[in-house]
């Protein structure tokens, strides 16, 4: 593992004002694990929220986003979240399950079902085990703390090896903010967005209004650019919750100087987010940075970063540390732009310059690709030399382990 | 390997009137192997290619392109392929050196180069040792002979395993016409096409305005119906040759009766090649036809095929046997068709039930499931149920072979 990540130590994950956490035992898939978690959100809490654009959105992303779509903008005061099975492809049986769910904590917490959202990840396709999960709410309720999170990031992880918390502290306005994060994911990552949960909290007062747009903001600069396999999950879902518990007067836009301090400290801790997963990703043993430059649009950038990302033999020959670089300029020609001009490509690996107008580098020596291509953290730059959009994503390689996990993935 | 292929028998593989080819060693990348190919044509041969739509493109394909798209329509006589360097990602000296070849096999022909279609597979960026080639060219036009096809077969191969040549004899007019076909490849294989070289003769008259709609025609019924890792090649070259020796009546429209007859015996040829390619494909174990119906357009039919296709988490799930179809069901949500109404989606393995309307199927056990995973041969259909187009395409699993082929490719 590139880099290896270390386990969040808890005492430098801050617990967020407004906000308990509840873990128990249900026993989705098997005992002696925690599978169960439950976010207990304070009254005045506002959330934001992003999910998959696959077409076969899970049971819990579907009733997360008709909760959070719907025009009374409803008063979310609690998260259910699962893992051991995504209730996914599993119809309307799958809906009517996780409607249960939402229902039996609502009476527990005296709330209505559509102030609770709900969220599974685990295998496809597989009929959820509500009643074990029903069975196990108390315990979860009974649990419930402030400063749990730590625990909470290792209580939702699947296929993940390391759990994943970040936080941040921010000065608004003289008022000391808190905010903190947990994701899961280590496969199925692709943008929009990884097979991942991911919960950022903070006591920050916002208008309600901005959530929405905040959660796409930050998902659109952290989640959104990684990638290890291309798959893009049925269960991805992103979530943002502020408490308006701190003592400074509400951000009621983006644009403001409090607003930009706020997103910037946001965004910090997404990114790391996102960036763990990458360096959890199944099997990876080294994290990519992609950097495309002079395109003439962003979205040339990203064809090319994802080209790149997504090639098998760029993966591979990564893991194999092999400077095998003309495959990187292959998977450039075939990322989808017309009227590439191959002449007019320049790559580098860290700051060696490997091909100029899409060949080899006169002075590039296979020694200095080499002693690249070894190290556990490697940097892409493709500039291709057509405009100035710039872009950048994070990737890992392919390697054997990736095909043991994903092959004995249910076994 | 699915259903082990066979080296071709070179008694089942028939001389083609009007076509010889030498075979040398030029010690490319290694010596003692055959790396150097030639075919002669006589002649009144008319050729059709198509390339790579890499924008990556060799050097070698560049020429073939500007030969065969000139309007002066040239006299092509010979090819000259080398493997162990592709020639790819090598720059203006790249085309010089290609050239070079050319011209010094035009010598010893008596052709002018332009008469000349160069071929190159291998390793990418790095420059084509074209003295050795040069030097091994007399030994190549020395060798010509008519009945080494099954030779040739194997002399092209770079990562294969086993030659892939067929032959086919059909009936026109009363005159009896002959069509054998070779192609190389087995990793970078992606619709438009496989890393490949695929060369597809006969003795059959046909006009040559005829030639390059054939080829086109040909490739997409086969080579671009097939994928192993999605990497599109910056070489990949597919040519038809027709000597026109045959004793019927030129064919002038691919309409008529004789024409449809002619198109329907290459077609076998071309995918019985393609379908050789994917049973080779590198660490492939299983073979797996994918069945797409249901679509509104054929473009919706394909973008579906080639999200199953490349999700490494589908492959690996086939590669382990392992019947976790969620999978496949993620990946049509995915695939691009942003209206699709999951719960349309109908799947079967083989002619297992698996889901009805976008869930499970309440019959489908999985042990039904585990027994069509366990096969080498398997076939997945997906009805979409949103209208009447349907394709085929064919791919295989990702193993851990995969990733050692191509981590060790170099060394």
Same mark, same amino acid.
């Given at each position: ?5 270390? =386990? ?5 994950? &801050?617990?967020? @004002? ?44 579907? #009733? ?48 209505? =079902?559509?102030?609770?959202? @709900?969220?599974?990840?685990?295998? #496809? ?8 999960? +029903? ?7 009974? $649990?419930?703390?402030?400063?749990? /999170? ?40 692709? @943008? ?13 007062? +916002? ?5 929405? =747009? ?11 650019? +990684? ?26 836009? /983006?644009?403001?100087? =409090? ?22 990703? %199944? ?16 979205? %040339? ?19 194999? *540390? ?8 292959? $998977? ?13 490509? %320049? ?30 953290? #490697? *940097? ?12 950048? &994503? /994070? ?17």
């Amino acid at each position: 593992m590139p880099v290896r990540l270390q =386990p969040p130590n808890p005492v430098d994950i &801050f617990p967020v @004002p407004g906000i308990q956490i509840g873990i128990a035992q249900a026993g989705v898939k098997r005992a002696d694990k925690d599978d169960l978690t439950i976010f207990l959100l304070d009254s005045g809490t506002h959330v934001g929220g992003v999910f998959t654009k696959n077409r076969f959105k899970a049971a819990p992303v579907q #009733i997360c986003e008709s909760i959070l779509n719907s025009p009374a903008r409803p008063d979310v005061r609690a998260l259910v979240i699962n893992t051991g099975n995504a209730n996914a492809g599993t119809g309307e049986s799958g809906l009517e399950n996780a409607r249960l769910i939402c229902a039996e904590l609502g009476k527990l917490l005296n709330l209505s =079902p559509d102030q609770i959202l @709900p969220f599974s990840t685990g295998v #496809i396709m597989e009929p959820l085990p509500f009643e074990k999960i +029903i069975k196990a709410l108390p315990n979860a309720v009974k $649990a419930a703390a402030k400063d749990v /999170w730590a625990r909470a990031a290792h209580s939702i992880m699947t296929t993940d090896t390391v759990a994943k918390a970040f936080s941040n502290k921010v000065n608004l306005n003289g008022a000391s903010v808190t905010i903190t994060g947990i994701a899961k994911g280590a496969g199925m990552i692709h @943008p929009n967005m990884a097979t991942m949960l991911g919960y950022l909290a903070t006591d920050a007062c +916002i208008a309600p209004e901005l959530m929405k =747009p905040l959660a796409l903001e930050l998902a659109n600069s952290s989640f959104n650019r +990684i990638t290890v396999d291309g798959d893009t999950s049925t269960n991805d879902s992103f979530v943002v919750m502020a408490t308006n518990k701190a003592a400074h007067p509400v951000i009621t836009s /983006w644009e403001s100087e =409090p607003g930009q301090t706020l997103l910037k400290a946001l965004r910090l801790v997404s990114v790391q987010l996102a960036q763990a997963i990458v360096r959890d990703a %199944e099997g990876a043993t080294k994290f990519i940075t992609l950097k495309i430059k002079g395109g003439k649009t962003l979205e %040339e950038c990203k064809k090319v970063a994802l080209a790149i990302a997504h090639s098998p033999l760029v993966k591979t020959a990564f893991f194999a *540390s092999d400077p095998n670089l003309g495959r990187i300029l292959a $998977a450039v020609g075939y990322a989808g732009i017309e009227d590439l001009d191959q002449s007019q490509i %320049e790559l580098y690996l860290d700051d060696v310059h490997v091909a100029t107008r899409g060949s080899r580098h006169p002075h590039y020596k296979e020694d200095d690709g080499q002693r690249i291509m070894k190290q556990e953290e #490697i *940097s892409v730059t493709v500039d291709l030399g057509r405009g100035s959009a710039f872009d950048t &994503f /994070w990737t890992c390689d392919l390697s054997h382990e990736y095909v043991s996990i994903n092959a004995d993935y249910r076994s």
